[in-house]
């Protein structure tokens, strides 16, 4: 069965040359500054190719390609920090390239409206998926700041220390809560100081994220220890009724070391 568009389609291989040189000067109006002028037009050549086979109809396979093909440009320009309006512009300003070539041919303006519905559809496919992946990209990037932000550190032999910086929401805690348990198991380690001097506020949801990392330690056979209670924070737990019950708190890093080391049986002394 032939193609809606088979007769624009022969027009625009026809001309790829020259429709290509126009699609790409205006693109290059948009994004030129950020994609060398060979590399676009490399690209531009790829997609034109996959663009004609897909509205001539005589290629079932061209149309799979084309959207993988446009995934992966989405990806790419996603991750090399382009806006979501340069993205798709690569693929809707074929439209006016087009147009340009068939204007005064009235044969083929129902043709050129179905292939500029067609072009539509793959430049809000191209948005769609460049969307996503810079969601992904934001997601990793989180998740390895989360990394960065919740170090394990070993203070002494039997002695782990986890100081915290920023706000601690359920995210966090689950990984502080992993970190955490995943030291105490490779140190052998039997108390665990967790410093929030770097935590700017403490409210009942992160006493609770706190309580809960306190209590995986203990099924572990370790003690915690919080510390960085400033007067501030002692202030808010107070107004707030915050109960931390037996669990130790200090004011400074320092003193939950002293701590964990008494209760080790050890003390540090001057030579």
Request: glycine share 6%; charged share 25%.
């Amino acid at each position: 069965m032939e193609s809606s568009q088979a007769r624009i389609a022969e027009v625009l291989r026809a001309n790829q040359s020259k429709l290509i040189d126009r699609w790409a000067e205006i693109l290059s109006a948009a994004v030129g500054h950020q994609v060398f002028a060979l590399e676009l037009r490399r690209e531009l050549e790829e997609l034109f190719t996959l663009i004609v086979r897909t509205i001539d109809g005589q290629d079932e396979s061209a149309a799979g390609e084309l959207r993988a093909v446009l995934a992966e440009l989405s990806r790419d320009r996603a991750r090399r920090g382009f806006s979501p309006r340069e993205t798709a512009l690569g693929v809707f300003s074929l439209k006016d390239a087009a147009y340009e070539l068939v204007a005064g041919a009235d044969d083929l303006v129902a043709e050129y409206v179905a292939f500029a519905r067609t072009i539509d559809d793959l430049g809000l496919y191209t948005f769609e998926t460049f969307v996503a992946a810079r969601e992904q990209v934001i997601t990793d990037q989180a998740e390895s700041m989360l990394e960065l932000s919740t170090p394990v550190v070993r203070l002494w032999d039997g002695i782990i220390a986890v100081p915290l910086v920023g706000t601690l929401d359920s995210a966090r805690t689950q990984l502080v809560m992993e970190k955490m348990l995943d030291a105490l198991v490779a140190t052998e380690a039997e108390h665990a100081v967790i410093d929030i001097t770097g935590v700017p506020t403490v409210d009942t949801e992160v006493a609770q994220h706190l309580l809960k990392t306190v209590v995986a330690a203990r099924l572990m056979g370790a003690e915690c220890i919080i510390t960085g209670i400033r007067p501030q924070i002692a202030h808010t737990i107070v107004s707030l009724g915050i109960e931390f019950g037996d669990v130790p708190t200090m004011q400074t890093l320092a003193d939950g070391l002293k701590h964990a080391l008494r209760s080790s049986g050890l003390k540090v002394v001057a030579v």
